[in-house]
């Protein structure tokens, strides 16, 4: 079952960055957490008929929008995520 986008969201799916690695040996504290980049670039899933985006932002397309605004859905034991078209920076060709 996948959901389907209403009231200008669009479905996507997001590109996390590959973790680099290092041979530096650096003693860091045991609940450290590297800052995350407050964008992230998404695959376009769907865009709810309504948006403004409708008829310019494709299927597979790729786009920049703000990581905390990305709604994470964990239904039936599938993880979908949604965006508000307001909260898209950007596509990237």
Do not use: W
Request: charged share 25%; net charge negative.
């Amino acid at each position: 079952m996948n959901i389907i986008p209403q009231n200008r969201h669009l479905s996507v799916s997001p590109i996390e960055e590959a973790e680099e690695t290092s041979d530096l040996a650096i003693v860091l504290p045991t609940d450290y957490k590297k800052p995350t980049n407050p964008h992230v670039m998404c695959k376009v899933i769907d865009v709810a008929p309504d948006s403004k985006f409708h008829n310019q932002i494709k299927f597979d397309d790729t786009i920049v929008v703000e990581r905390r605004m990305l709604n994470k859905i964990e239904f039936n034991g599938k993880t979908s995520y949604l965006v508000l078209e307001n909260y898209i920076y950007g596509s990237v060709k």
